[in-house]
């Protein structure tokens, strides 16, 4: 059995994670960290600042520097390597925007799973920073974290509990089947639906919103070692990268299929938009582009050559740093419901640049092939292509079964 850690500033939060640890401990094991930044004197915690702060890859004086926004920062990198050596049951935090700030990045690092709550000032915001592709549960505090009274000794105590729950009520074991990732976008949404349905019976398919969080969720899987192969049909947060839309995953967009070698079939599913808000959020030089209000909050905008090749030309980039199994299909008749004939995207030119350029970049070798798919990626013919990707990769590797996660 491992342990529930309960971390914080113990030098101005003291009262409070002893409250938290207190409950916890009448279930669980409990580790309490201090994350002081101050590096003076010594507190209630079983694990003081000093010993946190030197797991920080330049050691303890990297993090005590005596400024508060630099300390904070490293005592966040320091607490993340600390908790890869410890056998992490579970993990609580509780503060402001600083507190939260410390004890975020190191949960973040804890495979999916993981039991992991922050009671904090901020959590009724955009809370997407702290969180990212992560299973971070947020508290709102409701008061400051000031002090114990009547309202934060419940709401901690509800938090409290919470973790300890999750902790000591695990999901029943069941012999799963291997985990497979597939991307999807609602314009891509019957190519990943039939796709999925032919392998339920002997996968369990985990499907994600291609939003830029989704595409993140998906790859943080990956490193994680709980996903077999990846399916990756829709490509899509590469077009806000390159041309500034609201659902870019970053530059480490597939970054991990190449770190974790992991089986790899990916398509050009929706590669023909970016994604904006309300119309009104367009930025004046996208304006006279063609644009498709696809809902109230959600405008669309059709990617043109210029910006297919910058995406095609990335997207090889990545495949080129990938050693594991790699399929990629072009689907040649279409890369969306919207980019077919008749339809607002159709853009033969657009997309020609776009599979030239993949096809050309690309260094084929016999592990990592381009494909060229003569349909739609909604139509049945292109779900079977990948279908026979997928089989093929899976021989390719070995068929070694479902890779584990390195921690718990």
Not at 7 to 29: M, N, S
Not at 84 to 100: A, F, N
Not at 224 to 244: F, K, N, P, S, W
């Amino acid at each position: 059995m491992g342990s529930a850690y309960v971390a914080g500033t113990f030098d101005t939060k003291g009262a409070e994670l002893d409250y938290v640890a207190e409950l916890i401990a009448r279930g669980h094991p409990v580790v309490t960290v201090d994350l002081s930044t101050t590096g003076e004197g010594s507190s209630s915690a079983v694990v003081q600042a000093a010993e946190v702060a030197a797991h920080h890859p330049d050691g303890a004086d990297a993090v005590f520097t005596g400024d508060r926004g630099t300390a904070v920062s490293a005592m966040a990198t320091a607490f993340a390597h600390f908790l890869r050596e410890r056998d992490v049951d579970g993990v609580i935090g509780l503060g402001g925007s600083g507190g939260t700030a410390l004890v975020t990045p190191g949960m973040r690092e804890l495979p999916v799973g993981v039991p992991k709550v922050v009671v904090s000032t901020v959590a009724s915001g955009d809370v997407s920073g702290y969180v990212d592709a992560t299973d971070i549960a947020m508290f709102p505090s409701v008061t400051d974290v000031a002090g114990l009274n009547r309202i934060s000794r419940r709401v901690l105590a509800n938090a409290a509990h919470a973790l300890l729950g999750a902790i000591s009520r695990p999901v029943p074991h069941v012999e799963d089947k291997p985990a497979v990732a597939l991307s999807m976008f609602g314009v891509t949404t019957p190519c990943v639906t039939a796709t999925a349905d032919a392998l339920t019976a002997e996968f369990d398919p985990l499907v994600f919103h291609a939003t830029g969080t989704g595409g993140r969720a998906m790859e943080k899987l990956v490193d994680d070692g709980l996903v077999r192969a990846v399916l990756d049909i829709t490509t899509t947060e590469v077009c806000d990268l390159i041309a500034g839309g609201v659902m870019s995953a970053g530059e480490q967009r597939l970054d991990a299929i190449a770190r974790t070698r992991v089986p790899y079939v990916g398509s050009c599913g929706a590669l023909d938009m970016v994604n904006f808000g309300a119309l009104e959020s367009v930025p004046q030089r996208y304006r006279d582009r063609v644009l498709y209000v696809h809902n109230p909050q959600v405008t669309l905008m059709r990617t043109t050559a210029q910006e297919c090749r910058e995406i095609g030309s990335f997207i090889a980039r990545k495949l080129n740093a990938c050693h594991g199994p790699v399929r990629f299909l072009l689907p040649t008749g279409g890369v969306s419901m919207l980019d077919a004939p008749g339809q607002p995207f159709h853009d033969p030119e657009a997309d020609t640049a776009l599979f030239d350029t993949i096809e050309r970049e690309v260094e084929q070798t016999e592990n990592r092939r381009v494909l060229r798919v003569g349909h739609n990626v909604n139509d049945e013919e292109f779900v079977t292509a990948l279908l026979t990707a997928f089989r093929e990769i899976l021989e390719e590797q070995g068929n070694h079964g479902t890779r584990k996660a390195s921690r718990h």
